[in-house]
Every structure is written in C-alpha cells, then in structure tokens.
C-alpha cells in the first residue's frame, strides 16, 4: 500500500544539526512532487519545504531558509530535510507529504526537540 | 496568504450539523483544502478545491465556497468527528494553513 516513514528526529541542543528522511514505498516514487510540514506542539500544521519529482525545484518557509535544505533520492525512493542551526523554535513534529497542491499521503511524523 | 478559522471551538450534540468557517486574506479561487486531526495522528485530508470531497471520506462532510470565503459542513455530526479541522490554501507559495476549529461532541 502506499506509505510514507519519517526518522531521523530526536533530541538536539540549539545551533545543532539533524538529518530526517522519509521513505516512500507502494507508489512511483519518482514521480511525485514531496513536502515536509511540521506541527509544533498544539499549533496548526506549517508547510515548511517543497521539492519537484526531479529534485531541481525547492522552495522554502521564510522561517527555514537559509537553515535547512531539502533533497531527494530517487533510487533509494526517499527524502531529505537537513536541519542546520536549530532553534527551540524548530520543536514540532516533522511530517513528510506527497504532492504538490495538498496532501492525503503522510508520514506518520518523527518529533524534533531543540533544548539545551 | 493568512488564512483565519471560526469559531476556535465548537460544541455540537450528535446528530446536529456543524459548520465551520475558514476566510482568506486574499482571493484563492477553489484552492482550498479541508484536513481533519485526531490526537496523536497526521491530518487527514477530507475536501480539496473547495468542494470535493476525498474518495473514501463520508457524505456528512461537503465543503463549499471560493475567493476568500469557506465553509465546511458536517451533518449528523457522530462521536468519531471529535477531532480539529484546518483549512489549507494551495493558491500561492507559501501553502498556510488556518490555526483550526477544534469540533467537541456534547
């Protein structure tokens, strides 16, 4: 079935670094734009990056650009948000999910904590 | 594009309609999407260009609107739409979400 894992959250001290990735299986992976979106705790969703099925289009919420980056593999069929300086800001849910417009396939989330 | 929900909460007894607003702050044609979110989960889509409904999502949920004012309706509301809703413009980058109508079962 059609299926997107999150990982790679955790616990990091501000000015850190974190890698997650989002492994999609039961679809054609390559041909999908894919987003991350995260939630801080008992906030609204915010849409944060977005990047076209080629990898050659990102676009970015002016609250992580600059810090994080973006990036697909399409033979390993995942992607990527590298997370740079972080802040307690940062703290939410990390969700990754398909398409362009709006989005019915979601991971089911990894949890960033920054926090000294 | 600020996308601004209400009321902020909604109480409902079962089998009533609830009915839920989102407004624009500028026009997003149909571009608007209606997800629901129970504790713990992902958002689940319902609706996407204002009015359609997702494939397996119930009747009692129907959306409507355009420009820069929404709605979403549940009928026969049951304990299981417990949950918060949030609206979503795909319109123009970035895509925002309102801050959602937590709907509350009597």
């Known amino acids: 079935q059609v299926q997107l894992v999150d990982s790679g959250g955790g616990l990091v001290k501000p000015g850190g670094s974190l890698r997650l990735s989002c492994a999609a299986s039961?679809?054609?992976?390559?041909?999908?734009?894919m987003n991350w979106i995260r939630q801080a705790p008992g906030k609204a969703p915010e849409w944060i990056s977005f990047?076209?099925?080629?990898?050659?289009?990102?676009y970015y919420a002016d609250s992580v650009r600059g810090r994080f980056t973006i990036s697909r593999d399409n033979a390993k069929k995942s992607i990527y948000l590298q997370m740079n300086s972080l802040r307690a800001e940062d703290t939410a849910v990390y969700y990754c999910a398909r398409g362009e417009y709006n989005w019915k396939v979601w991971g089911q989330g990894t949890l960033v904590t920054v926090s000294s | 594009i600020v996308m601004t929900q209400s009321p902020v909460t909604l109480s409902v007894s079962p089998g009533e309609r609830a009915t839920l607003s989102c407004r624009a702050s500028q026009s997003i044609r149909s571009n608007l999407a209606w997800y629901q979110q129970k504790s713990g989960q992902a958002p689940r889509l319902l609706i996407y260009?204002?009015?359609t409904r997702v494939a397996d999502i119930s009747a009692r949920f129907s959306g409507s609107g355009s420009g820069t004012d929404f709605t979403l309706t549940i009928n026969s509301l049951q304990s299981e739409d417990s949950a918060v809703y949030y609206c979503?413009?795909?319109?123009?980058?970035?895509?925002?979400f309102g801050q959602g109508t937590k709907v509350e079962i009597k």
């Open positions: 039961g679809f054609i992976f390559s041909d999908f734009y």
């Open positions: 990047i076209d099925s080629g990898g050659s289009t990102t």
């Open positions: 979503q413009q795909y319109n123009n980058w970035p895509r925002t």
């Open positions: 260009l204002a009015s």
